[in-house]
């Protein structure tokens, strides 16, 4: 069954620097997103992402923060001058919208846990 | 802004009962309504969707319902099994957008 992959599993990182989360969604979907869970909190949106560009995000995707599609597999989020608060679980997610407009669930990664130190 | 709310207090029940879940929302009925299964240190997998003009769905032993006059979603395991201990996760969808906003989730702990 396909699935979202995502790389690293695990980031530690010094605050001020970039990382870079990688994110292979699944083949033939078209919507891609960021989300983030900090310890003991709830999963929160950051940015969604659609035809090479940013179709929505939240007030936490500010200009730290970007996305990216390089290529036609890979789809990035970059942060780029870590904060101690940046610590988190990032998922990936994508789905596949349907030609007549119904919603199609979205498919999860497993996850980047990015501790900054 | 739309709010999830769900039972943040854990669930304990002896296998083989059903469990049920709660999911109110808050501001806008929402076009779609899922519920995800989330373990420790993993990310969400999806499990149901239900949408607005629908009152209940199933698949296998879960069943979904979503009432908008209450703004309530309930959410079902039958015949509960200590591989469905998990916590459960509703999140909803505005008409217009595809973000999903989930609820803080329900611990569930099927002891045998």
């Known amino acids: 069954e396909p699935e979202v992959t995502q790389t690293p599993s695990h980031q530690v990182t010094q605050m001020g620097q970039e990382v870079i989360l990688r994110c292979v969604p699944i083949s033939n979907h078209l919507y891609f997103y960021w989300y983030r869970q900090i310890l003991g909190q709830k999963v929160e949106f950051l940015v969604s992402f659609y035809n090479n560009e940013i179709s929505e995000k939240s007030e936490i995707f500010d200009d730290q923060f970007s996305v990216e599609r390089p290529d036609g597999s890979n789809f990035t989020l970059k942060i780029r001058s870590t904060k101690l608060e940046d610590s988190a679980m990032y998922f990936c997610?994508?789905?596949?919208?349907?030609?007549?407009?119904?919603?199609?669930?979205?498919?999860f990664g497993p996850g980047t846990r990015l501790t900054v130190l | 802004s739309q709010k999830i709310e769900q039972n943040s207090e854990a669930l304990n029940i002896q296998e083989g009962k059903t469990a049920t879940l709660t999911c109110n929302y808050t501001n806008y009925s929402p076009a779609y309504l899922q519920w995800y299964r989330q373990d420790p240190g993993r990310g969400p997998v999806f499990l149901l969707l239900i949408r607005e003009n629908e009152k209940e769905k199933r698949k296998e032993r879960l069943k979904v319902t979503f009432d908008t006059t209450l703004k309530q979603s309930l959410f079902h395991i039958t015949a509960s099994q200590p591989a469905d201990s998990a916590t459960y996760l509703c999140a909803t969808i505005k008409a217009a957008g595809n973000k999903l906003t989930f609820g803080g989730g329900t611990r569930v702990l099927v002891k045998p």
């Open positions: 997610a994508s789905s596949d919208f349907h030609r007549t407009g119904n919603y199609n669930e979205q498919f």
